[in-house]
């Protein structure tokens, strides 16, 4: 008797201690994430002006004298937004492909394995494929290069995610469509494209996200500029690279500003973040439930 | 009749549509499923030159790193690799999968709506970002708190020993990146948890276990190959990380002894002498050669576990 309480405590005590450390575990991890933020926004905003949002940098900007980080904030939206073109192109059609054509077939399969192998080749890899086909190619550091890296980066994130919420699609509304006649194609075009449209966007936006945060892929394919690319052959500057070069700089005022264009990318991700969560949940109005 | 064959057309037109945006997507279904392969030879023909020339014993396990007198030893670089991964995979592991299992297990709905969104966040934050962190936080943190806490205490201890005195280094390197790598080990190890059928659990606890008997004699055992899929997922995450390591682990090609040391990993390797590598003989062919060993063994990590996922998770 005495000897099954003590076993019943002992139980009841190690599940309170577990739990214990599981809530301080979860809270570590939700607190790092205050943390960063935390250390982004108090480093970053004393040295965040106008100036470093709305100008290139001028002579002498890299020895802490004048202007901005313009360029590196347009040519980061030019490589994300055309990398994240590309990707779409190519997800889509692949997204629509699995579930229209290939549902548990062999090669559907394979595409998504290796899709799952391609969303884990760091972006440093992609970097160098970049890289070593310019070189095959004669071709050099150019904004061009630097979406294809992109894209390749984006590419699995973005078809992983449209294949994830278009295979939530309710059957009921595809079987209807095929019933009343419908091909796949229509089906995949005109009901599965409009259905799952909240998603779609939602995994638009992540790759995106993705694709403007990322500096090893476009390190060695997109080069960097003071100037804003007026061609697609033109090299580019980005907002992670302006961050990492300023951050090596040896003048504080420059570093500072380092720190700042660490917190525009901060703000320019988070609202990518947030506003994709809203304009999911607005869509959602006119998805059929 | 006319009629008839007007609807005839139209429904051909609209197979004929179908057929071929069938056949189209089924071509861009290729690309995915050859792209892993077409990185692989474009590296590997690029490194050619290199791995003609030398041995790759002597490249992978030469320890001296001087590109201009052609003498390239991946050692240093691989060994930096595997210290800041290990020590990244460590810190991160235990808390992950406490926190995945109290998500999947105790947490309220609301905890979970609240958790969900931050792990999208910080998955969400870019890794440069992570390195400004680890800069500004990490670095001074390994610096004034940690160091001081290890010197004189751990001094005797084997890879605790505080041998230099910045703060970058391998330790600083581990913690960003265990970081960086939570959001996806508890993501995965969230979704494998919760394949495991209630039914299992109700049984459990109906012969009157508690629930942390239940998660251990039951839901581990159940999920354990993916619980590890998760974990190598995120090693191999972790060891192609490349800008934010780099910004804090010190960059110095040393064999590290101590995880106070500094190190220069594989990809910091790659990233950090793009500029330089066209004016020496054979330094480009070494580096893309350094990106397809990356590579290889990202891929070898990445397959066993994706393997291992996709079965467990089909099972729902």
């Known amino acids: ?289 | 009749m006319n009629q008839v064959n007007v609807i005839k057309t139209i429904q051909e037109n609209r197979t004929k549509k179908n057929i071929f945006a069938q056949k189209i997507f089924f071509g861009i279904t290729i690309f995915p499923v050859i792209l892993t392969l077409i990185v692989a030879i474009a590296l590997f023909f690029r490194a050619f030159p290199i791995l003609s020339e030398y041995q790759l014993s002597d490249l992978l396990f030469g320890e001296v790193w001087r590109p201009n007198q052609g003498l390239f030893g991946f050692r240093p670089f691989i060994l930096g690799t595997i210290w800041v991964t290990t020590v990244g995979v460590i810190l991160a592991v235990p808390a992950c999968l406490l926190v995945s299992i109290y998500l999947a297990e105790y947490a309220h709905a609301r905890t979970r709506s609240i958790a969900k969104p931050i792990l999208d966040l910080l998955a969400a934050i870019p890794p440069v970002v992570y390195g400004v962190w680890g800069l500004l936080s990490i670095v001074p943190f390994v610096d004034d708190v940690l160091a001081p806490l290890a010197e004189g205490r751990l001094d005797s201890v084997p890879l605790l020993s505080v041998t230099q005195p910045t703060g970058f280094g391998i330790l600083a390197g581990g913690i960003v990146l265990a970081v960086m790598i939570a959001p996806l080990i508890i993501s995965v190890t969230f979704e494998v948890l919760s394949t495991v059928p209630n039914d299992l659990r109700h049984a459990s606890l109906g012969v009157g276990a508690t629930q942390w008997q239940t998660i251990r004699n039951v839901v581990i055992p159940q999920t354990l190959p993916g619980i590890i899929a998760a974990i190598v997922l995120g090693a191999s995450r972790a060891l192609g990380e490349t800008i934010a390591v780099l910004m804090v682990v010190g960059n110095v090609p040393n064999i590290p002894t101590s995880i106070f040391d500094t190190a220069y990993p594989l990809p910091a390797l790659i990233a950090n002498n793009y500029g330089e590598m066209m004016s020496i003989p054979l330094y480009d062919a070494a580096l893309l050669g350094a990106a397809l060993v990356l590579l290889v063994v990202i891929l070898i990590f990445n397959i066993l576990s994706t393997l291992v996922l996709q079965r467990m998770l089909r099972r729902k």
């Open chain 1, 1 to 289: 008797m005495n000897f099954k309480k003590k076993h019943f405590e002992r139980r009841h005590l190690i599940e309170l201690f577990i739990k214990t450390i599981m809530r301080i575990a979860l809270i570590i991890v939700a607190s790092s994430l205050g943390l960063i933020l935390w250390t982004i926004l108090s480093r970053g905003l004393p040295s965040l002006t106008w100036d470093m949002v709305t100008q290139i940098p001028k002579g002498g900007y890299y020895m802490g004298k004048e202007g901005g980080i313009l360029n590196a904030i347009i040519g980061s939206i030019y490589l994300a937004s055309g990398g994240t073109l590309i990707a779409i192109i190519l997800s889509l059609p692949i997204a629509l492909y699995l579930q229209a054509y290939a549902q548990d077939s062999k090669w559907g399969d394979y595409v998504r394995l290796s899709l799952d192998v391609l969303w884990g080749i760091p972006s440093i890899v992609y970097g160098a494929f970049g890289f070593a086909l310019m070189i095959s190619l004669g071709l050099r550091a150019s904004l061009l290069a630097g979406i294809i890296a992109l894209a390749l980066v984006e590419l699995p994130i973005m078809t992983r995610a449209m294949d994830e919420v278009i295979r939530r699609m309710p059957k009921d509304l595809e079987h209807a469509a095929l019933a009343l006649g419908s091909t796949k194609f229509e089906v995949a075009l005109r009901v599965v494209t409009r259905q799952m449209l909240p998603g779609i966007i939602t995994g638009i936006l992540l790759a995106f996200g993705r694709g403007i945060g990322d500096a090893a892929s476009v390190l060695f394919t997109a080069g960097y500029t003071d100037r804003i690319p007026t061609s697609l052959m033109n090299p580019t500057a980005s907002l992670p690279l302006a961050v990492f070069f300023q951050l090596g700089s040896p003048y504080p005022e420059v570093r500072e500003r380092g720190y700042a264009a660490a917190l525009i990318l901060t703000i320019i991700v988070l609202l990518v973040s947030f506003g994709s969560r809203w304009l999911a949940s607005r869509l959602n109005k006119y998805t059929v439930k």
